[in-house]
T-cell receptor, first 112, second 116 residues
């Protein structure tokens, strides 16, 4: 079956530091890959996505590249801000109607 | 415009009680999903509707869980005879596209269910 594994948190960084959150997946076929973000007290929001190998998704300074050879979709940001503090979920979809399989989430804490 | 809304936001139930959780998707969205998110975990798929048709209920953990979407808009997730392991956040999401589409899912804020 499908599964997503992401690094355990919390990840604690100082403002302007470089961020990497690792995500690897197992899936049949060729899934679409997503990063969702959950800010404190809010619902899940789509951050970025990639639908085929070598695609790069990007949004709000975050980016992730779909690597089929390593089955990975690592999230990166060059300079984090305090406002980026949230829980980040890696997810995949390989069914026609887009049911998502999520990782366990990684909490990011950014201090001034 | 209005996003996905869910009610109630918080529900406390005594073990053995029945509960009903409501989801109002974005108007016009064909697809509707329910997920269960246990504390410290990612959301897990429960069931999927395309309009009023429940096309996949493979994620429902037991026959105590029942979902409906009779008119293809509002959906209700019902849990009968609640147990402590049902305590979780229940998330609803809707998507504009139907089967074979890969439209973005828009999530509601969730209903936090606590079973005592």
């Amino acid at each position: 079956g499908n599964s997503v594994t992401q690094m355990e948190g919390p990840v604690t960084l100082s403002e302007e530091a470089f961020l990497t959150i690792n995500c690897t997946y197992t899936a049949t076929g060729y899934p679409s890959l997503f990063w969702y973000v959950q800010y404190p007290g809010e619902g899940l929001q789509l951050l970025l996505k990639a639908t085929k190998a070598d695609d790069k998704g990007s949004n709000k300074g975050f980016e992730a590249t779909y690597r089929k050879e390593t089955t990975s979709f690592h999230l990166e940001k060059g300079s984090v801000q305090v406002s980026d503090s949230a829980v980040y979920f890696c997810a995949l979809s390989d069914r026609g109607y887009s049911t998502l399989t999520f990782g366990k989430g990684t909490m990011l804490l950014v201090s001034p | 415009g209005a996003g996905v809304s869910q009610s109630p936001r918080y529900k406390v139930a005594k073990r053995g009680q029945d509960v009903a959780l409501r989801c109002d998707p974005i108007s016009g969205h064909v697809s509707l999903f329910w997920y269960q998110q246990a504390l410290g975990q990612g959301p897990e798929f429960l069931t999927y509707f395309q309009n009023e048709a429940q096309l996949d209920k493979s994620g429902l953990p037991s026959d105590r869980f029942f979902a409906e979407r009779p008119e293809g808009s509002v959906s209700t997730l019902k849990i009968q005879r609640t147990q402590q392991e049902d305590s979780a956040v229940y998330l609803c999401a809707s998507s504009l596209t139907g089967a074979s589409g890969k439209g973005e899912q828009f999530f509601g804020p969730g209903t936090r269910l606590t079973v005592l």
